[in-house]
C-alpha cells in the first residue's frame, strides 16, 4: 500500500497538470491502463513506490512524475510514469495512512501556495541570466487563475499556461516551454503570480528609474565563438526572421541570451529576447509586431556583437550594459526644480519625475519615484509627487519649482538622482523659476535637435530615456485637436518665425495634460515651457510638461481641475477647442525635407526586402540601385556604398545599422505652417 505522505505530494497532478507534462491523449492512455488492471503495485515505502505499468517498472517518489524512473528509458514524458502517478492517486489511504493525513488533501490557498516560492530562492534556482529574463518579462500582462491545487499562469511566450503545483517546488512548476526558455518563463510565471496575489516581488526597473542602487556586472571577457554564434542568429533573423519567423530561430536567440556566457552581457541578452518576442509576434501576425522595432533591434545588436569582438577594451566596457543603471556619489549641486510629470508605461510602470536644471552649466537632471507593473497597489503617483518626503527636505511638488541645494546624492551617467539614506537638500528658494538667461534655453526650434542627440546620443550610445529643456517661444497659438493622430497641438513660435508643434498624446495621465494646457494658454499665454523630447518613427516628439509663466507653474499631468459650476460643467474640453478653432487660423505639418525622405524611403526598401524572403529579393534589385543613386545625390555616398553591398543578410544589418544612424542624426522637427 502507498503513504499517505506520497500521495499528498502528487495530488496536485490532475489530469491538467498530467497533461501539461505530456499531451491530453498519452493521459487518456495511462488512464485506460490503470482501469485494464495493467497498472500494480510492486512495493511501496514512505515518500516512495515501485510500480508497474503495462510490464515496465516506475520508480516514483515525491519530487513527482518528472522525477521519475522508468523502464522503457524514454527521454519525454511516458505513460508508464503518468498511469503510475494514477495509480498511486487512486489507492485508498488505508487506517494507518489515514491516521498520518486526511484522505483527500485540503485546497491550500493560492497565496499560501505561492508563499512557499522566496524570491530570493527562485533567484539562485533560476541562474543570473534567466533571472534577468524572468524580471524583464515579468512585467508584461499576465492571465493568472488559481485551481485547487495550482495556480496557472498564461504569459504572452507560451500557448498553454504555466503551471505552480502545490508542494512540488521550483522543479515542479510544468509547462509546455522549450527546454532553453523554461526556466525564465517559469521564474517570470511565479512572480507574476505572486504580484497578482499581493505577494513581494522583487522590482525590475520601471522606465524611468526608479532609484534603485546599482548591481555591479562581472568583468567581461570576450568570448569570439559566442559572439560570432550570435552573429549567425542575427543574420538568420535578417535572412528569415521577417519572412518565415520559424520557431527554432525564436528559440535558439532565447537560448543564447540566458546562456551562462550571457551573464556578462547584460544588454546584449536584452536586446536578443526582445528580437525573439518580435519574431514570435511575426509568426503570430500580431497587430503588435512592429517591422521596425526587429530592424532596428536587430541591426543594433549585430553592431553591439561586432563592436564587442573588437579587441578595444575600454569600448567594450563601456558597451556590455548593466543589470541596473548605475549610481555614483555625486558632488554636492546647486538645482532649480523646472517641474514634472506623471507618467505610466505600457507594461503597468508608473511613477512620477521631477526635472531639474543647473542654473550654472545648463545641465539636465531628474529624480522619480516610481513602482514596477502591478507592485505596491496602495501608491498612487499624484499623492506621492505632493506628499512623499524626498531627500528629507520636501515633496516633489515643492522641490520641483524650488532653487535648491542638494548633498549626498548618487547620479547615473544619464542624470538620474537616486535617493540614498545620506542625501540631504536643503530649500534656498521655495519658489524659483528659471531665469530667462539660463544656458541651453531654446529659442531657435532648429535647435532641438542637437539637444536631443546632445542628451539621448546616437546608434549604440543612445539613451533610453528622452530628453528635457525649456524652450521661450515668441508667441503661442490656441491649441486644437488633431482627430486623426489623436493628438492635442500646441502651436508655438520662435523667435525666426518658425512654428512647431507641442504634442500631447490623447490618453491617460495625458488626458489631463491636455484639460490643463486648454484651460491654461487657451486666452494667450507667456513664459518658458518645459518640454520632453522624444523620438519617434518619423522624427522627434516634443511634448509639454511644465508651464512657467507670471502666475504659478503649472504641471500638466499633475494639474487639478477647479470645480466648474453651471452649463460649463457639461461641455467637455474637446467641444470647446472645436468651437474655438472654427475662427482660428489653420496649421499644418510641413513635410520632411528632401534628405529626410530618401532616409526614410531606403529603410523602408530595407524592411520590404527582409519581408519578402530570399526567394523574392531579386524582384527588388531595381529600387535598391535606384535608392543608392539618390542617396549619392543628396551627398550621402557612404550610406549610397553600403546599400550597393548590401547583398548578403549581414551586410544588410550593416547598411539598416548605419541608415539608421543617419536618420537618428536628421531626425525630423515637428514644423507647422
Request: aromatic share 6%; hydrophobic share 45%; glycine share 8%.
Given at each position: 500500500?502507498?503513504?499517505?505522505?506520497?500521495?499528498?505530494?502528487?495530488?496536485?497532478?490532475?489530469?491538467?497538470?498530467?497533461?501539461?507534462?505530456?499531451?491530453?491523449?498519452?493521459?487518456?492512455?495511462?488512464?485506460?491502463?490503470?482501469?485494464?488492471?495493467?497498472?500494480?503495485?510492486?512495493?511501496?515505502?514512505?515518500?516512495?513506490?515501485?510500480?508497474?505499468?503495462?510490464?515496465?517498472?516506475?520508480?516514483?517518489?515525491?519530487?513527482?512524475?518528472?522525477?521519475?524512473?522508468?523502464?522503457?528509458?524514454?527521454?519525454?514524458?511516458?505513460?508508464?510514469?503518468?498511469?503510475?502517478?494514477?495509480?498511486?492517486?487512486?489507492?485508498?489511504?488505508?487506517?494507518?495512512?489515514?491516521?498520518?493525513?486526511?484522505?483527500?488533501?485540503?485546497?491550500?490557498?493560492?497565496?499560501?501556495?505561492?508563499?512557499?516560492?522566496?524570491?530570493?530562492?527562485?533567484?539562485?534556482?533560476?541562474?543570473?541570466?534567466?533571472?534577468?529574463?524572468?524580471?524583464?518579462?515579468?512585467?508584461?500582462?499576465?492571465?493568472?487563475?488559481?485551481?485547487?491545487?495550482?495556480?496557472?499562469?498564461?504569459?504572452?511566450?507560451?500557448?498553454?499556461?504555466?503551471?505552480?503545483?502545490?508542494?512540488?517546488?521550483?522543479?515542479?512548476?510544468?509547462?509546455?516551454?522549450?527546454?532553453?526558455?523554461?526556466?525564465?518563463?517559469?521564474?517570470?510565471?511565479?512572480?507574476?503570480?505572486?504580484?497578482?496575489?499581493?505577494?513581494?516581488?522583487?522590482?525590475?526597473?520601471?522606465?524611468?528609474?526608479?532609484?534603485?542602487?546599482?548591481?555591479?556586472?562581472?568583468?567581461?571577457?570576450?568570448?569570439?565563438?559566442?559572439?560570432?554564434?550570435?552573429?549567425?542568429?542575427?543574420?538568420?533573423?535578417?535572412?528569415?526572421?521577417?519572412?518565415?519567423?520559424?520557431?527554432?530561430?525564436?528559440?535558439?536567440?532565447?537560448?543564447?541570451?540566458?546562456?551562462?556566457?550571457?551573464?556578462?552581457?547584460?544588454?546584449?541578452?536584452?536586446?536578443?529576447?526582445?528580437?525573439?518576442?518580435?519574431?514570435?509576434?511575426?509568426?503570430?501576425?500580431?497587430?503588435?509586431?512592429?517591422?521596425?522595432?526587429?530592424?532596428?533591434?536587430?541591426?543594433?545588436?549585430?553592431?553591439?556583437?561586432?563592436?564587442?569582438?573588437?579587441?578595444?577594451?575600454?569600448?567594450?566596457?563601456?558597451?556590455?550594459?548593466?543589470?541596473?543603471?548605475?549610481?555614483?556619489?555625486?558632488?554636492?549641486?546647486?538645482?532649480?526644480?523646472?517641474?514634472?510629470?506623471?507618467?505610466?508605461?505600457?507594461?503597468?510602470?508608473?511613477?512620477?519625475?521631477?526635472?531639474?536644471?543647473?542654473?550654472?552649466?545648463?545641465?539636465?537632471?531628474?529624480?522619480?519615484?516610481?513602482?514596477?507593473?502591478?507592485?505596491?497597489?496602495?501608491?498612487?503617483?499624484?499623492?506621492?509627487?505632493?506628499?512623499?518626503?524626498?531627500?528629507?527636505?520636501?515633496?516633489?511638488?515643492?522641490?520641483?519649482?524650488?532653487?535648491?541645494?542638494?548633498?549626498?546624492?548618487?547620479?547615473?551617467?544619464?542624470?538620474?538622482?537616486?535617493?540614498?539614506?545620506?542625501?540631504?537638500?536643503?530649500?534656498?528658494?521655495?519658489?524659483?523659476?528659471?531665469?530667462?538667461?539660463?544656458?541651453?534655453?531654446?529659442?531657435?526650434?532648429?535647435?532641438?535637435?542637437?539637444?536631443?542627440?546632445?542628451?539621448?546620443?546616437?546608434?549604440?550610445?543612445?539613451?533610453?530615456?528622452?530628453?528635457?529643456?525649456?524652450?521661450?517661444?515668441?508667441?503661442?497659438?490656441?491649441?486644437?485637436?488633431?482627430?486623426?493622430?489623436?493628438?492635442?497641438?500646441?502651436?508655438?513660435?520662435?523667435?525666426?518665425?518658425?512654428?512647431?508643434?507641442?504634442?500631447?498624446?490623447?490618453?491617460?495621465?495625458?488626458?489631463?495634460?491636455?484639460?490643463?494646457?486648454?484651460?491654461?494658454?487657451?486666452?494667450?499665454?507667456?513664459?518658458?515651457?518645459?518640454?520632453?523630447?522624444?523620438?519617434?518613427?518619423?522624427?522627434l516628439a516634443v511634448t509639454p510638461l511644465t508651464l512657467i509663466g507670471d502666475g504659478s507653474p503649472v504641471?500638466?499631468?499633475?494639474?487639478?481641475?477647479?470645480?466648474?459650476?453651471?452649463?460649463?460643467?457639461?461641455?467637455?474640453?474637446?467641444?470647446?477647442?472645436?468651437?474655438?478653432?472654427?475662427?482660428?487660423?489653420?496649421?499644418?505639418?510641413?513635410?520632411?525635407?528632401?534628405?529626410?525622405?530618401?532616409?526614410?524611403?531606403?529603410?523602408?526598401?530595407?524592411?520590404?526586402?527582409?519581408?519578402?524572403?530570399?526567394?523574392?529579393?531579386?524582384?527588388?534589385?531595381?529600387?535598391?540601385?535606384?535608392?543608392?543613386?539618390?542617396?549619392?545625390?543628396?551627398?550621402?555616398?557612404?550610406?549610397?556604398?553600403?546599400?550597393?553591398?548590401?547583398?548578403?543578410?549581414?551586410?544588410?544589418?550593416?547598411?539598416?545599422?548605419?541608415?539608421?544612424?543617419?536618420?537618428?542624426?536628421?531626425?525630423?522637427?515637428?514644423?507647422?505652417?
Amino acid at each position: 500500500m502507498t503513504g499517505a505522505d506520497l500521495r499528498e505530494s502528487l495530488v496536485a497532478y490532475d489530469d491538467t497538470a498530467l497533461a501539461a507534462l505530456a499531451n491530453p491523449g498519452l493521459v487518456r492512455r495511462a488512464h485506460r491502463d490503470v482501469d485494464e488492471g495493467k497498472v500494480r503495485l510492486v512495493s511501496g515505502s514512505p515518500g516512495k513506490a515501485e510500480v508497474e505499468a503495462d510490464g515496465h517498472l516506475v520508480i516514483l517518489d515525491m519530487r513527482g512524475p518528472g522525477a521519475a524512473q522508468c523502464a522503457c528509458k524514454s527521454t519525454a514524458m511516458c505513460r508508464h510514469r503518468i498511469a503510475a502517478v494514477l495509480f498511486v492517486l487512486a489507492q485508498p489511504a488505508g487506517e494507518a495512512a489515514s491516521e498520518e493525513a486526511p484522505a483527500e488533501a485540503t485546497a491550500a490557498e493560492p497565496e499560501d501556495l505561492l508563499a512557499a516560492f522566496d524570491p530570493a530562492a527562485l533567484a539562485r534556482w533560476a541562474g543570473k541570466a534567466s533571472w534577468r529574463a524572468a524580471l524583464e518579462m515579468a512585467g508584461d500582462p499576465a492571465t493568472v487563475t488559481s485551481q485547487p491545487n495550482a495556480v496557472a499562469v498564461e504569459l504572452p511566450g507560451l500557448e498553454d499556461p504555466v503551471l505552480i503545483l502545490r508542494g512540488q517546488g521550483f522543479d515542479g512548476v510544468i509547462s509546455k516551454a522549450p527546454k532553453a526558455q523554461r526556466k525564465a518563463l517559469h521564474a517570470a510565471a511565479v512572480l507574476a503570480a505572486r504580484r497578482h496575489f499581493g505577494l513581494a516581488t522583487p522590482d525590475a526597473e520601471p522606465e524611468p528609474d526608479a532609484n534603485a542602487p546599482a548591481d555591479a556586472v562581472a568583468a567581461f571577457v570576450p568570448d569570439p565563438a559566442f559572439l560570432a554564434g550570435i552573429a549567425r542568429a542575427l543574420g538568420e533573423v535578417a535572412a528569415l526572421g521577417f519572412n518565415l519567423a520559424p520557431v527554432p530561430l525564436e528559440e535558439s536567440l532565447f537560448e543564447l541570451s540566458v546562456s551562462s556566457r550571457a551573464d556578462a552581457l547584460p544588454r546584449l541578452a536584452a536586446m536578443l529576447r526582445t528580437i525573439a518576442a518580435q519574431i514570435r509576434l511575426r509568426r503570430q501576425r500580431a497587430l503588435s509586431f512592429d517591422p521596425d522595432t526587429l530592424l532596428e533591434q536587430t541591426a543594433t545588436a549585430f553592431a553591439l556583437a561586432r563592436a564587442l569582438g573588437s579587441g578595444n577594451a575600454d569600448r567594450q566596457a563601456a558597451l556590455v550594459g548593466q543589470v541596473r543603471r548605475s549610481f555614483a556619489p555625486a558632488a554636492p549641486l546647486d538645482l532649480i526644480g523646472c517641474g514634472g510629470e506623471r507618467w505610466r508605461t505600457a507594461t503597468g510602470a508608473r511613477g512620477v519625475t521631477a526635472w531639474f536644471v543647473e542654473p550654472d552649466s545648463g545641465r539636465w537632471l531628474s529624480t522619480s519615484l516610481a513602482r514596477g507593473p502591478g507592485q505596491d497597489p496602495q501608491f498612487m503617483p499624484g499623492e506621492a509627487w505632493r506628499y512623499q518626503s524626498v531627500w528629507q527636505a520636501a515633496p516633489l511638488a515643492t522641490l520641483a519649482h524650488a532653487r535648491l541645494a542638494l548633498e549626498g546624492a548618487n547620479m547615473s551617467v544619464d542624470g538620474r538622482l537616486s535617493a540614498p539614506a545620506a542625501a540631504r537638500a536643503t530649500v534656498v528658494e521655495p519658489f524659483a523659476k528659471p531665469p530667462a538667461d539660463l544656458p541651453g534655453t531654446v529659442r531657435q526650434w532648429t535647435d532641438l535637435r542637437g539637444v536631443h542627440q546632445a542628451q539621448s546620443g546616437l546608434g549604440l550610445d543612445a539613451g533610453r530615456g528622452p530628453a528635457a529643456c525649456l524652450i521661450a517661444p515668441a508667441q503661442t497659438a490656441a491649441p486644437y485637436f488633431d482627430d486623426f493622430a489623436q493628438q492635442l497641438i500646441w502651436p508655438v513660435l520662435d523667435e525666426t518665425g518658425a512654428w512647431l508643434a507641442l504634442t500631447v498624446d490623447h490618453d491617460d495621465p495625458a488626458a489631463t495634460a491636455i484639460e490643463a494646457l486648454e484651460t491654461a494658454v487657451t486666452h494667450g499665454w507667456r513664459g518658458l515651457v518645459l518640454v520632453k523630447i522624444s523620438r519617434e518613427r518619423q522624427g522627434l516628439a516634443v511634448t509639454p510638461l511644465t508651464l512657467i509663466g507670471d502666475g504659478s507653474p503649472v504641471d500638466l499631468t499633475l494639474w487639478q481641475p477647479p470645480a466648474r459650476k453651471g452649463a460649463g460643467v457639461a461641455q467637455g474640453w474637446l467641444a470647446r477647442l472645436r468651437q474655438r478653432r472654427a475662427g482660428s487660423r489653420t496649421f499644418t505639418r510641413l513635410p520632411r525635407d528632401g534628405t529626410q525622405a530618401a532616409l526614410d524611403a531606403v529603410w523602408q526598401h530595407l524592411i520590404d526586402r527582409l519581408e519578402a524572403g530570399p526567394g523574392l529579393q531579386a524582384m527588388l534589385e531595381g529600387a535598391r540601385a535606384a535608392h543608392a543613386e539618390r542617396l549619392d545625390a543628396f551627398g550621402l555616398p557612404v550610406l549610397a556604398d553600403l546599400l550597393r553591398k548590401a547583398e548578403s543578410a549581414e551586410a544588410m544589418l550593416v547598411a539598416a545599422y548605419a541608415l539608421m544612424v543617419a536618420r537618428q542624426q536628421r531626425s525630423a522637427i515637428p514644423l507647422l505652417g
